[in-house]
């Protein structure tokens, strides 16, 4: 089971949003995200499914670095990398997080992680990422996950 804690989300009156940032020339697209369960129940098992565009055979490796901010008592707290989990680059990501990364066109990736950690000092908070995807040969992504609600247990 993955454990990159990444992708987590805030929610505002239960609803996160996801964008695409950089340009529409990106070779990976986000068309889509579920979260379950939302809110997020830390620690514990959470699924993100991503519908996403890749418009060409992406080529390994797929470096993909996270930069994950918890708002915490109204300030945004970085989430450190522990081992794979949190603010982490990762070598070749769909090495680790999938197998279907290099055809085109639509694909649904199922991604389980496992969050170990709690939120500091409350019991709840958001959580807002900035993924980013670049590939042996230049092909890039750009994808910011905003407002999904976490909780503490």
Known sequence: MLSIQSIVLVAVQGQFTFKNCG?????IQLKGL??????????GLCTF???VN??????HPL???FDIKAKVLGFEVPIQCEGTSGSCTHADWCGTACTTCECPGEQTLTIPLEFKQTLPLVSSGTVNSKI?????T?????????????RNK
């Not at 340009?23 to 070779?27: F, I, R």
């Not at 579920?34 to 620690?43: A, D, F, G, R």
């Not at 890749?54 to 080529?59: A, E, P």
């Open 132 to 136: 980013e995807y670049l590939s042996a």
């Open 49 to 51: 499914e991503l519908l």
């Open 54 to 59: 890749v418009s060409h055979d992406i080529i």
């Open 23 to 27: 340009t529409a020339n990106h070779h």
């Open 34 to 43: 579920k979260i379950s369960p939302h809110p997020v129940l830390l620690p």
């Open 138 to 150: 230049g092909q890039t992504g750009c994808i910011e996950v905003s407002n999904v609600q976490v």
């Open 63 to 65: 470096q993909t670095k």
